[in-house]
């Protein structure tokens, strides 16, 4: 593993993402809502930025961080849990940071966790003293382990990591989880958590300071607003003066209400809500004096 080289001036971004898996088709749409497109190449490895100077690389998930890492890529669409299981991995190895996690993005939660034969209880760390557990997160774990001062074997597998105590090589393992069936179908039972996970914008810990700047702080201007706006939803509706604070108490997740010129009987209002808006929200608004209720999708804004 490589230490952080000089990356030369460049006057385009470049951004890596998965290839295909879990993580690709929901880092392309988010892209996309940023106002980014593309044309593809022939071998689909990479994609030429078309609406602006932004290229896309696709990739393995693992390689993303190297190639941050190197300056090949400017930033990364990655799980946390692999940009975390190799900053461990540069850390013991004595290799100085290279890259960090600069954005949450909502999507591709899971869990990596320990996972104990069903048949066993758990009665906490001290347990895991001179077992071996079996995971594809070996410095993520190894360092948990040093943490608690707990003596265990970790086997390394790239694959198919929760069969290993039905094979022998393992007694325990440590794996990602979304739902658990897997570890359910394989007579395994999750029981402590090491790191919550989702995707995330990685970026190099040394900022351009090229023509490559000014593109990253758009960039990320603009993430921010797809990111605020997600879920989020403008409601509209007139009522009486008198009826304002019955409303107001019913719209705790939205913000203040926007009084708009109105020369009628009442006030015409507005806000933008930042959960769901349910039927039964807008009956519960009617029934407390609201009128002419509309509820309209954010596409884009600006603060």
Known sequence: MSPTKAVPARDRLRIAIQKSGRLAEPARALLSACGLSWRESRDKLFCYGESLPVDLLLVRDDDIPGLIADGVCDFGIVGRNELEEQAAERQRN???????????LGFGGCR??????????WRGAEQLQ???????????????????????????LSGSVEIAPKLGTADLICDLVSSGATLAANSLKPVETLLQSEAVLAGSTRAPDDAR?????MLLRRLDGVMKLKDRKLLMFRAERRNVP????????ADPLTHLP???????????CHGAITWQRLEELERAGARELMVLAVERALA
Request: proline share 6%; no cysteine.
């Open 94 to 104: 004595g290799v100085p940071e290279a890259y960090r996690a600069v954005r949450n």
């Open 246 to 253: 019955e409303l107001e108490r019913l719209l705790p997740d």
């Open 213 to 217: 700047a000014g593109l990253a702080a």
């Open 112 to 121: 990596l966790m320990l996972a104990i034969p069903e048949d066993w209880e």
């Open 130 to 156: 001179g077992l071996r557990i079996a995971t594809s997160y070996p410095a993520i774990l190894a360092n948990w382990l040093d943490a608690l001062g707990v003596d265990a074997r970790v086997v390394e």
């Open 262 to 272: 109105d020369g009628g009987d009442s006030i015409a209002l507005q806000t933008m």
